[in-house]
């Protein structure tokens, strides 16, 4: 519900603080006092575009805060997925600065207009007698027959399974469109991968291949230095072994004379031995080291086959070039196991399709069996609201797809003067739409959730009797939603459970308008004058408690 509206600087409004009651809150007052001008402020906050030729005081700021409470999970989740605190109270204020630019602020968090346009629909249902009312809208009448079929819980079940179906679709247009790409590019891979294949190359082959041949090439120095030490340790003019061999025998000679010289010739014993060591392991070295023509021809080409490939693929290492291999390996086999996962989506989807036909059959039948009952309450009823000759009725009919609302395409038709019958939205007065929409929603008001409704003389073009019947549809309604409601009726007037007077008053040199809550009294003088002028007779008093009675 609307709680309290604040609105500073607006058109011919200084300040005004407004709190709404919870059940039929009544705006009346004369032509030009500014009615319609709340209605304008309010609409700054359900997300209309914003003036500056709208402020009072073009040096100071307009400032219009709503004030609003709702258990809608519509609501919280709106707020959650916006990153947007969350209490019993919603507050929405909007602000037009003196330059001309506008802020909004959801519960004091900067917000944009788009973000308060989907916020009001949550809030709030305001007509006025111009507007392109939610009744021309197809989902909107699509949710009137679903309202009336009580067949919320299957619809919502079936609108997850379509949004299942949708994602399923999508994937299977990206599969079959990376399907067709690969396959293109298939033969490609296939080259690729053969050619790496038949080269064959090993773990870390490429590296030792070069570690070889760089030994190979080195192979003839490398002989000659090793058997040049060879030489020099056991043979020569005095061969290195030989010599140390000497001088091991000379320390042991007096080596039980100096007791230290005893771990010195030890020592000196224990090197002669590492060198024997050394010069074998030299003369095995240089005996492995060869000069083997044809394997050098060998590593030369596998290695010319290396960088070729390595090269083509701009990769260092072996193991890179292994890595490319896998890759496209991975390519290749992707062919088929994409035309198998295509074959499993393909067949959830049908199978999903088959299951979603069957509940859009169910929700036809069911909007369907709403209609003739519906159509007769409404024109009934258009009779007892001052249209007498007007006529209503539905059409629905079968779409050749499934959609997000199920198969049906729905269309609310309208005859006003006993003519043709032709789509609402085209024939129908902001006064017909008006009493239509409270006939529709009076209907509905038991089997779905209304936000705030606010209606801005609805009772355009009527009087007495018709004016009385919308009178009861309203206050009928007003038992389960806030309705705010501008009248010049009195028989609307007088079911008021909240009565606002709006006026307009002179203050420093300026036209200015006022509102006050009317206590008991001041509404029976409202409506008496309301019914006979400005100066009510006894009869005018009667009349008037009658009607609020």
Excluded at 159 to 174: A, I, M, P, T, W
Excluded at 355 to 362: F, Y
Aim: hydrophobic share 40%; aromatic share 6%; net charge negative.
């Amino acid at each position: 519900m609307l709680y309290r509206l604040h609105i500073k600087n607006y058109a011919i409004i200084e300040e005004l603080n407004i709190s709404f009651t919870e059940e039929l809150n009544i705006i009346t007052g004369e032509t030009g006092a500014g009615k319609s001008i709340l209605m304008g402020a309010l609409s700054l906050v359900l997300g209309d575009r914003a003036d500056s030729a709208m402020l009072l005081d073009k040096e100071k700021k307009c400032v219009v805060e709503a004030i609003f409470k709702s258990t809608s999970h519509q609501l919280k989740s709106f707020l959650r997925s916006n990153d947007l605190d969350e209490g019993e109270e919603v507050i929405v204020r909007r602000e037009i600065l003196p330059g001309g630019k506008s802020r909004a602020f959801i519960n004091d968090t900067p917000a944009s207009l788009v973000q308060l346009r989907e916020l009001s629909s949550f809030l709030v249902d305001l007509h006025r007698q111009f507007d392109t009312l939610e009744l021309n809208k197809k989902d909107f009448q699509l949710e009137v027959l679903d309202a009336l079929a009580g067949h919320e819980e299957l619809l919502h079940q079936y609108q997850r399974s379509f949004g299942d179906y949708k994602n399923l679709v999508l994937q299977l247009q990206e599969l079959k469109a990376e399907q067709e790409r690969v396959v293109k590019e298939a033969d490609y891979h296939q080259f690729l991968f053969d050619e790496l294949e038949k080269a064959d190359f090993k773990e870390n082959e490429i590296e030792h291949l070069e570690s070889e041949a760089k030994l190979a090439s080195n192979a003839e120095n490398i002989k000659s230095v090793l058997s040049e030490v060879s030489y020099n340790l056991n043979e020569g003019e005095e061969p290195i072994l030989n010599h140390l061999k000497m001088l091991a025998g000379k320390l042991s000679s007096i080596a039980d004379l100096v007791p230290t010289l005893k771990q010195i010739e030890e020592r000196v014993q224990s090197s002669l031995i590492e060198l024997k060591d050394i010069s074998f392991e030299l003369e095995r070295v240089n005996d492995e080291i060869s000069l083997d023509e044809a394997r050098m021809n060998e590593i030369n080409e596998r290695l010319d086959l290396a960088y070729t490939l390595m090269k083509k693929h701009q990769v260092q290492t072996t193991e890179e070039l292994l890595a490319i291999k896998e890759e496209l390996n991975s390519k290749i086999n992707a062919v088929t196991d994409l035309s198998s996962s295509i074959e499993r989506l393909e067949k959830e989807a049908k199978e999903l399709k088959a299951s979603l036909q069957s509940s859009a059959e169910k929700i036809s039948e069911g909007r369907k069996k709403q209609i003739p009952q519906f159509a007769a309450k409404v024109n009934k009823l258009l009779g007892v609201v001052g249209m007498p000759n007007a006529a209503f009725k539905v059409e629905l009919k079968k779409r050749n797809e499934l959609s997000d609302s199920g198969l049906d395409e729905v269309e609310f038709l309208f005859n006003a003067n006993k003519t043709a019958f032709q789509p609402v939205r085209k024939v129908a007065s902001g006064g017909e739409l008006s009493r239509l929409m409270l006939i529709i929603k009076s209907l509905i008001a038991q089997s779905v959730s209304l936000p705030t409704l606010i209606f801005d003389e609805i009772d355009s073009g009527i009087s007495g009797e018709a004016s009385r019947q919308v009178a009861n549809i309203i206050k009928d309604l007003s038992a389960e939603h806030q309705i705010i409601l501008i009248t010049h009726q009195p028989q609307i007037a007088a079911r008021a459970h909240t009565h606002f007077y709006v006026y307009k008053e002179m203050k420093n040199g300026k036209v200015l308008t006022g509102i006050r809550e009317l206590n008991e009294e001041e509404h029976l003088h409202a409506i008496a004058t309301m019914l006979s002028g400005e100066n009510p007779t006894a009869a005018a008093f009667e009349n008037a408690r009658e009607l609020m009675n």
